[in-house]
T-cell receptor
């Protein structure tokens, strides 16, 4: 089985940097996803990490450490529109994500 | 390119009634998924189709849920009879069927309320 743990809620200030952590316990997986989900909307793909290390994509970066069972999503230059739920998900044996509960990020002025 | 389409967007039914949801994936996407997302939780996979064949339905409550994708394009998900705990958003997603095609594209979802 898999166990994914993320903080339930985080708050941050517009223009700041925030790091959303995800720890997991699993017997094996292909890769780790991050999805963004605005309230009342469908999840949208942010990143997929297979190898250890940091992958940067504009204001968003995602990091994976398989040995530590740990990932994080880094959001820079926060904007109000970044207020959303951020879902960490593992792909166990294929590309199908098994989602955690998600972290609700609130960005305030 | 058009995204994943779902209908209806909202549905309210009483327990023990039946309901059906429809999904039209992105053109050319061979793989289609149905997820259930209960409020405050992440989406949970119910069933995965590749073309018109079922790849994984291990988490589908088969005593009350059924899904089909007869022509390998559109899909329907049915619940019969519904229970209160079925209240959730039902998300349809699709992806390409090619190596490395890991990105899933989600539809807007159908919000089901069972009273």
């Amino acid at each position: 089985g898999q166990n994914i743990d993320q903080p339930t809620e985080m708050t941050a200030t517009e223009g700041a940097i925030v790091q959303i952590n995800c720890t997991y316990q699993t017997s094996g997986f292909n890769g780790l996803f991050w999805y963004q989900q605005h309230a009342g909307e469908a999840p949208t793909f942010l990143s997929y990490n297979v190898l250890d290390g940091l992958e940067e994509k504009g204001r968003f970066s995602s990091f994976l450490s398989r040995s530590k069972g740990y990932s994080y999503l880094l959001l820079k230059e926060l904007q109000m529109k970044d207020s959303a739920s951020y879902l960490c998900a593992l792909a166990p044996g294929s590309y199908i994500p098994t989602f955690g509960r998600g972290t609700s990020l609130i960005v305030h002025p | 390119e058009a995204g994943v389409a779902q209908s209806p967007r909202y549905k309210i039914i009483e327990k023990r009634q039946s309901v059906a949801f429809w999904c039209n994936p992105i053109s050319g996407h061979a793989t289609l998924y149905w997820y259930q997302q209960i409020l405050g939780q992440g989406p949970k996979l119910l069933i995965q189709f590749q073309n018109n064949g079922v790849v994984d339905d291990s988490q589908l409550p088969k005593d009350r849920f059924s899904a089909e994708r007869l022509k390998g394009v559109d899909s329907t998900l049915k619940i019969q009879p519904a229970k209160l705990e079925d209240s959730a958003v039902y998300l349809c997603a699709s992806s390409l069927d090619s190596p490395g095609a890991y990105e899933q594209y989600f539809g807007p979802g159908t919000r089901l309320t069972v009273t």
